[in-house]
Nanobody
């Protein structure tokens, strides 16, 4: 049984910073690409940033230069450092990971963590 557990969300003023963490646990053989998505009220879920197992990254244009994704493979954890936050960054942030277990490989999702940026 695989779980992704997120932490680090909260309320912050515009211009502030937050760091999200997402730790994977369970009977895991390997973890491929890990990513952060977000979903604002009334909007579709969108990719914020992704990082491959070798460390290659990509970002949504809206967060380039402000957010940094990283991972610690030994800890099975992915991070999202969010700086210069804007009110439009307000959303529920979800961790996603492509995980190989004994019988298959598929995407897993965390439960989501709320990020609220006040103006």
């Amino acid at each position: 049984q695989v779980q992704l557990v997120e932490s680090g969300g909260g309320l912050v003023q515009a211009g502030g910073s937050l760091r999200l963490s997402c730790a994977a646990s369970g009977s895991i053989r390997s973890i491929g690409t890990m990513a952060w998505y977000r979903q604002a009220p009334g909007k579709q879920r969108e990719l914020v940033a992704a990082i491959t197992s070798s460390g290659s990254t990509n970002y949504a244009d809206s967060v380039k230069g402000r957010f940094t994704i990283s991972r610690d493979n030994a800890k099975r954890t992915v991070y999202l450092q969010m700086n210069s936050l804007k009110p439009e960054d307000t959303a529920v942030y979800y961790c996603n990971a492509r995980i190989q277990v004994v019988i298959n490989t598929r995407d897993y999702w965390g439960q989501g963590t709320q990020v609220t940026v006040s103006s």
